[in-house]
């Protein structure tokens, strides 16, 4: 696969990982998609659902990696790949580092609490590449959180 190929599904799958975090938003569910993809196949999709589940561990990215786990029948997830709408939190980025993903694709920054990157802590900095996505995927995933934040208020 080349790197044009590459781009092209990345954008895809952040495109699917949007959808997911549509469907967060209109659960009440603070708006975050996130999908494992191995060798080509999506193995674990799945948004926010602290709400529905009373959990507040129950991030996209969580659910999404615990699914992944059961299709490989492994902890391990040394050839997967995590799309995610958002910039993961401190809780998201340790559960990646403990998995071994392989690479992060995640769409928009959080300066407020992201920790791929984002402005106070970068525990995945040293630990997997990670990789911004385009520019329209980014912008479109602020989008979904401001309409988010509008109706959920600042949790
Ligand atoms: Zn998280």
């Not at 786990?69 to 580092?97: N, Q, S």
């Not at 525990?123 to 912008?139: D, G």
């Amino acid at each position: 696969m080349n790197s044009y190929d590459n781009r092209q599904s990345d954008e895809s799958y952040m495109r699917d990982a949007l959808r997911l975090a549509v469907k967060a938003y209109e659960a009440d569910e603070v708006p975050v998609g996130a999908i494992v993809v191995r060798a080509g196949k999506i193995i674990g999709r799945a948004y926010n659902q602290i709400e529905l589940l009373k959990d507040a561990t129950a991030h996209a990215e969580m659910l999404a990696l615990t699914q992944a786990e059961a299709v490989v029948a492994d902890w391990r997830l040394i050839d997967c790949d995590l799309y995610v709408t958002k910039e993961p939190c401190v809780m998201c980025a340790g559960a990646l580092v403990h998995v071994r993903i392989r690479r992060l694709i995640f769409g928009c920054a959080d300066p407020r609490s992201g920790a791929a990157g984002g402005r106070r802590i970068m525990i995945l900095e040293t630990y997997i590449f990670v990789h911004v996505v385009e520019k329209n995927h980014a912008l479109a995933c602020h989008r979904v959180m401001k309409r988010a934040a509008r109706i959920l208020g600042d949790q």
